[in-house]
C-alpha cells in the first residue's frame, strides 16, 4: 500500500537521551525503485495523535533520495531533534512529489509497536497525502517502510586503523557511537 507518506511516533526506552540524525524511507509504492524523490522529514514533542494539523510541527530534513526496491536506501539526513529519556516525538516522512510505500496495520496509531529494539519503539501510525506544510493522514492504521538513525548524544567518537599485517583489532571496549574503519590497502 501507499500514498506520499506516513505520520508516526518514535518513543525513547534507552533510559538516556537519543539523537535522530536521519531516516531512510523504503521503496515507492508497490515496492518500486524510483529515483529523484523529493522527502521531508517533520517532527513535534509529544504524540503525533494529539495534532493531527501542522500546527507546532518542525521541519528538521528535507533531500532528494533514490529509494530501492525491498531496501530502505533513501536517507534523509535531520538535524537538531534530541529525544529525552522516555520521551515520545512525532514524525512524518513524506514525498511531495512521489508515492511511497507503507505497510497496512492492525493496531492503534501511536500505541501499537511497529517496530521496536533496545532503545526505541517506533508505533503504527497514518499514511495519506502530503504537500509540504500540509498534510491529509487519513488512513489508519498504516505503518512506515523504512530506517531510523540515531545514536547517543554523549558517546566518544573513535577512529580504528589496521596496520599492514595486523590480523585484527579488539572492539570489545567501545560503546555505543559512530565508528568509521579504514582500511589502507588489501592486506590490512
Same mark, same amino acid.
Given at each position: ?30 515496492? %518500486? ?97 502530503? %504537500? ?57
Amino acid at each position: 500500500n501507499g500514498q506520499s507518506g506516513n505520520a508516526f511516533n518514535v518513543i525513547n526506552t534507552s533510559g538516556g537521551d537519543l539523537v535522530i540524525s536521519g531516516f531512510s524511507q523504503g521503496p515507492g509504492s508497490g515496492n %518500486a525503485s524510483l529515483t529523484g524523490v523529493a522527502m521531508e522529514v517533520w517532527y513535534m514533542p509529544g504524540d503525533y495523535t494529539t495534532n493531527m494539523t501542522m500546527g507546532g510541527w518542525t521541519q528538521c530534513g528535507s533531500g532528494t533520495v533514490d529509494l530501492t526496491t525491498g531496501l530502505t536506501t533513501g536517507l534523509i539526513a535531520v538535524s537538531g531533534v534530541t529525544i529525552p529519556a522516555g520521551g515520545t516525538y512525532g514524525f512524518i516522512v513524506a514525498s511531495t512529489t512521489n508515492t511511497v510505500q507503507y505497510t497496512n496495520g492492525t493496531g492503534t496509531p501511536g500505541v501499537s509497536a511497529w517496530a521496536s529494539d533496545a532503545n526505541i519503539t517506533l508505533t503504527e501510525g497514518h499514511g495519506g497525502s502530503f %504537500a509540504g506544510s500540509v498534510f491529509g493522514f487519513n488512513f489508519n492504521p498504516r505503518n512506515w517502510n523504512g530506517a531510523i538513525h540515531y545514536g547517543d548524544p554523549s558517546a566518544s567518537a573513535y577512529t580504528f586503523a589496521w596496520d599492514n599485517g595486523a590480523t585484527s583489532q579488539s572492539l570489545s571496549a567501545v560503546g555505543a557511537g559512530s565508528y568509521s574503519v579504514t582500511a589502507t590497502d588489501c592486506n590490512g
